[in-house]
């Protein structure tokens, strides 16, 4: 089975950073994508980031670029996601998800179909 464990969430002030990680197990090959989602108190779930394991392309939505970075370490199977310049706002549970799939096939956010638990990260 395919397993993610997050991990890295707390609390911080404001333009403070945080490191994600996102230990994926589980996994044959690396054709496949992990992205970072988050969702805040009333608010829909919305992706951040996402990398295509194989070659470590990335994307990041507009509403984090130049403040979060995704980047994954094939010899860990690990995924993180660096948040510098936080702002209350960032306030949110973090998922990571991953699907199998080609560089074309990560780039949606959409029919990831393995979860974390979620790590929390306060804003204050």
């Known amino acids: 089975d395919v397993q993610l464990v997050e991990s890295g969430g707390g609390s911080v002030q404001a333009g403070g950073s945080l490191r994600l990680s996102c230990a994926v197990s589980?996994?044959?090959?690396?054709?496949?994508?992990v992205a970072w989602f988050r969702q805040a108190p009333g608010k829909e779930r919305e992706g951040v980031a996402f990398?295509?394991?194989?070659?470590?392309?990335?994307y990041s939505a507009d509403s984090v670029k130049g403040r979060f970075t995704i980047s994954r370490d094939s010899a860990d199977n690990t995924v993180y996601l660096q948040m510098n310049s936080l702002k209350p706002e960032h306030t949110a549970t973090y998922y990571c998800?991953?699907?199998?799939?080609?560089?074309?096939?990560?780039?949606?956010?959409?029919?990831?179909?393995?979860w974390g638990q979620g790590t929390q990260v306060t804003v204050s």
């Open positions: 998800a991953a699907k199998p799939g080609s560089w074309a096939a990560c780039r949606s956010f959409g029919e990831y179909n393995y």
């Open positions: 589980g996994y044959s090959g690396s054709d496949n994508c």
């Open positions: 990398v295509y394991f194989r070659y470590g392309w990335t």
